[in-house]
């Protein structure tokens, strides 16, 4: 299966996961690895607009986000597998998964929000093998709890 990045004219952190083997959204899985962002969407970016970034403040009760997998800033050469596990925050309210969202960071961001939802497994999202096109790549994740504290992080990738 592949994860695919889909465009978003939203900012914030919203994450999509569709399956494809192709740089199109919605093609049939065939090399089991999850397509995170295709070239043809990357290429449909304009190179000289500066990365949105999420503008709400991240609450000190908000959910703990752990980002298991990809380890930030490293590089990859192949596949490279997406762990994030999500805890309560230090008031011990419960995470909201509803809330969740994942963006690409590129110009306005790539929504891939749904593309991950069928790899989320309790309170973590668990994807065995996703890829991107080469080059440097950087995901938000944002969560709330039931109360609304609200949490972001980021990881990077490098891409051979």
Do not use: C
Not at 22 to 30: D, H, I, K, M, R
Not at 105 to 125: H, L, Q, Y
């Amino acid at each position: 299966m592949r994860l695919l990045l889909r465009t978003s004219m939203t900012v914030g952190l919203v994450l999509v996961w569709a399956i494809s083997t192709s740089p199109t959204a919605g093609a049939e899985p065939s090399s089991g690895v999850l397509l995170l962002v295709s070239q043809s969407e990357l290429d449909a970016l304009p190179l000289d607009t500066p990365v949105a970034w999420s503008s709400k403040p991240t609450s000190p009760n908000g959910p703990v986000i752990r980002i298991e997998s990809p380890i930030h800033n490293r590089t990859y050469q192949g596949p490279f597998a997406i762990i994030v596990e999500f805890l309560p925050g230090p008031l011990g309210y419960e995470v909201d998964l509803s809330s969740l969202k994942l963006e690409y960071k590129k110009a306005w961001g790539i929504d891939i929000t749904e593309r991950v939802r069928e790899f989320i497994k309790g309170s973590r999202i668990d994807v065995a093998e996703s890829e991107l096109p080469r080059g440097r790549h950087t995901v938000e994740v944002q969560i709330s709890d039931v109360e609304k504290n609200f949490s972001r992080q980021i990881f990077t990738v490098i891409v051979k």
